[in-house]
């Protein structure tokens, strides 16, 4: 095969993005006791529809969603709503929008696929193996809201560098290392750079830096592998940076600087945090909310608030 996004005879052009949703939701109970965290609304919007904008943004056309009981309400929030027919709705930027209309192109796919028990990240990833198959794939969680969208821009490294694995990653305080999966870019201080080695959740003291991976991936099929022979790691669960880490050791894997705003939804105050940045964000000067907002904070303790 050769052509444009092809390379040595395999698939390049990455189609596919993997959804990992399938987590219980602990930190954001009782929010999620029926509704699933992927599902929680963020200003005007579930969580996941600013997942899917940014995929759709970056090329994908086949959504694989890794869940044992979203499907249903993810088809039905993102399909055509017949009961909605003849209803007329007022889009982000004041516009009448068709209320019926499905919210993904025709040409996106999607797909559910089960994982059963949460046995962690690296697990649902990869559970994903028979609807990726052997194309080149990205893999996006949700909780990370990335304003504007990082999925492109590692899709655009993967092609440019013929990477093995393009992964996102952030500056974050060295207090916070043992929260995340730290790369050693052996201090690189490129937007991308090849990762030498990767660690999870490293105690600040033992971390190689303060670059943490967020929330955006994009990797060869043979990641898949990897991800089917790592034993259990830190928590006890399959994690996708041990994967990773055995898969730099071999193919050339990078990390790609994100310098936008994360809200990392998974948490109380984040999705808090990204609701109302996300709410002000996107306030026209008509609109009286944002006005309520500040002067809620401008009154602020004393209104009662005491942070609970
Ligand atoms: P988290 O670490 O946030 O776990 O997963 P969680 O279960 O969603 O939330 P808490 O910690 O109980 O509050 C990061 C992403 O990986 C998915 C989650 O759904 C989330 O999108 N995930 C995690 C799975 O799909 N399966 C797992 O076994 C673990």
Known sequence: MSGPGLDSGRPRAVRTAVFPVAGLGTRMLPMTRAVPKEMIPVFDRPLIQYAVEEAIAAGISDLVFVTDRSGPMLESHFGPSPELAGKIETGPGGERLDAARALVPGNVRFQFVPQ??????????????????????????????MVPGALGELVDAFHARGAAGVVAVEEVPRRDTARYGVVDSGGDAGRVSRIASIVEKPDPADAPSNLAVVGRYVFDASIMDHLGAVPPGAGGEIQLTDAI??????????????????HDCGNRAGWLRATVALALAGAA?????????????????????SGR
């Open 116 to 145: 059963g028990r949460p046995l962690g990240l690296g697990h649902a990833v990869w559970c994903a193996r028979e609807a990726v198959g052997d194309a080149p794939f990205a893999v996006v969680l949700p909780d990370d809201l």
């Open 285 to 305: 000067p008509e609109d009286g909310y944002a006005g309520e907002i500040r002067s809620l904070l401008e009154s602020w303790p004393a209104a009662g608030g």
């Open 245 to 262: 880490a055995v898969l730099a050791r071999s193919e050339p894997v990078y990390a790609s600087r994100f310098d936008g705003e994360r």
